[in-house]
């Protein structure tokens, strides 16, 4: 059984200067169950008390290398000798911004930020600017950062189909109902209900945002006729199309999830990956859109274009484009994949994998879900269940399901062998500890 001695301890103290001892309301796993980090070196962490743990939470995506990749880190070096920020741009700006352009069509004009946060604001910002309408377009289940207009969720697990559509909620306190009114959900997948939103409301919808690979909703995927459906409409309509590849973006193909699935975004997010964990952002898109930034609408921030950051994703880029690295991630994710779908068949539990095997979510169910509704009906519970084992054991997913694994370039054969073995002492603790019933798979 794995001490988390130190990690709790430091949690007491941390708590009395921090809210809930951490930087971000997510790393908050309990107060006995909260780990703080030593550090973090290829595919693999160490907590405080020493404990190693086969990362597959990557901070949500960032590593897209791994930690500390050498290769990232020098360049990184080299950017501070630059000197950080100046309130004036560099030349690097320009080097990033035109591989970006080569390698995402659709992003034709860029400007960087720091974080998604950011990018997602900016580009709702811009989108309302080029088409002089207020509202926008989510898709359940979707999340895009800490910010109002789209800190809202759709809530599933109480929700009765008989009664209509899920009700729609702040996703927290001080979030102004005010803002509501402004946007509508749509759930993944049905291009009806899209289009009887935008008929009825064309007139006051600006942007669809949406994150065609879920990120934050176990890697829920659009398919392919969904999206062209999509591009039809906001063509129809004088919708700005946000395609946010905040975490797909430079993940799940060089050219991002446009280039997976074929689809061209006017406006498009990029963060995570991007800088290899240094913190950097990207909104893009089409010339005409973008040519707003300077000429309307506002765009900027004291730590834009940072030196270091800059350095990163000039390094980062590289090595994604010009390297195998994503193929040889999506390779380990498809073994990944094919061994713990044996060891899972072994124990006859029903499982399905959706998303990309770069950032692929593990579904406890006869049948994969196509939209957050239908996530209600897996067994997430085994997976919460199966998830304490497996840190316990050295393995780190995240603790809710709806979290897909991510993977990076450093996760190696060592690293796929130990994976496997845990898993399988995982399952076999959690079928032991949990009741029967619990696996047996919800029906509707
Ligand atoms: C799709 C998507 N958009 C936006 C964000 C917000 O990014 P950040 O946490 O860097 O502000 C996230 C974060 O997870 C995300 O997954």
Not at 144 to 158: A, I, N, P, S
Not at 177 to 193: M, S
Not at 244 to 257: C, H, I, L, P, S
Request: charged fraction near 25%; proline fraction near 4%.
């Amino acid at each position: 059984m794995r001490s988390l001695q130190k990690s709790n301890s430091h949690f007491q103290k941390a708590v009395k200067k921090l809210p809930l001892g951490v930087s971000s309301n997510f790393r908050y796993w309990g107060d006995d169950k909260t780990i703080y980090v030593k550090r973090g070196k290829g595919g693999r962490i160490w907590d405080i008390d020493d404990n190693e743990y086969i990362d597959y939470r990557l901070a949500y995506g960032p590593a897209i290398l791994g930690y500390a990749d050498q290769r990232v880190d020098d360049a990184a070096r080299a950017g501070m000798d630059v000197g950080g920020v100046f309130a004036l741009g560099t030349e690097l700006e320009y080097e990033v911004a035109s591989r970006i352009s080569r390698m995402v069509p659709a992003a034709e004009l860029v400007r960087f930020s720091n974080s998604g946060t950011e990018a997602v604001m900016a580009a709702l910002r811009i989108a309302r600017a080029h088409t002089g309408k207020d509202g926008h377009i989510i898709v359940e289940g979707g999340y895009h950062g800490v910010f109002t207009e789209v800190l809202w969720y759709t809530e599933v697990e109480d929700w009765d189909p008989k009664n209509g559509p899920p009700e729609v909620l702040p996703y927290c306190e001080g979030t102004p109902k005010i803002v509501k009114p402004l946007f509508h959900t749509v759930p993944l997948n049905d291009a009806n209900v899209a289009e009887d939103v935008l008929k009825k409301h064309h007139g006051d919808i600006g942007a669809f945002l949406i994150e065609p690979i879920m990120g934050n909703c176990c890697g829920l995927t659009a398919t392919k006729s969904y999206l062209e459906d999509v591009r039809l409409l906001c063509d129809k309509y004088d919708v700005v199309l946000i395609v946010d590849e905040v975490k797909t973006g430079f993940r799940v193909a060089k050219g991002g999830v446009q280039e997976l699935l074929g689809v061209r975004a006017d406006i498009c997010t990029f963060a995570k990956a991007l800088g290899n964990g240094y913190p950097i952002s990207v909104v893009a898109g089409r010339e005409d859109i973008m040519r707003h930034v300077g000429n309307g609408v506002v765009h900027g921030g004291t730590f834009t274009g940072h030196s270091v950051s800059l350095a990163a994703a000039n390094k980062t880029l590289e090595i994604l484009d010009e390297t195998d690295a994503l193929a040889s991630i999506e390779r380990y994710g498809l073994q990944l994949q094919e061994g713990l779908g044996r060891i899972l068949n072994g124990h006859g539990i029903p499982h399905n994998f959706v998303g990309h095997p770069s950032m692929m979510g593990l579904f406890f169910s006869d049948e994969a879900p196509v939209d957050y509704r239908a996530w209600v009906n897996t067994n997430y519970e085994f997976y919460d269940a199966l998830a304490a084992e497996l840190h316990e054991l050295g393995i780190l997913v995240e603790p809710d399901s709806r979290e897909p694994w991510f993977l990076c370039e450093a996760h190696d054969v060592e690293c796929l062998n130990e994976t496997l073995d845990k898993f399988e002492q995982a399952v076999k603790i959690t079928l032991k500890k949990t009741p029967a019933d619990r696996h047996a798979i919800k029906t509707a």
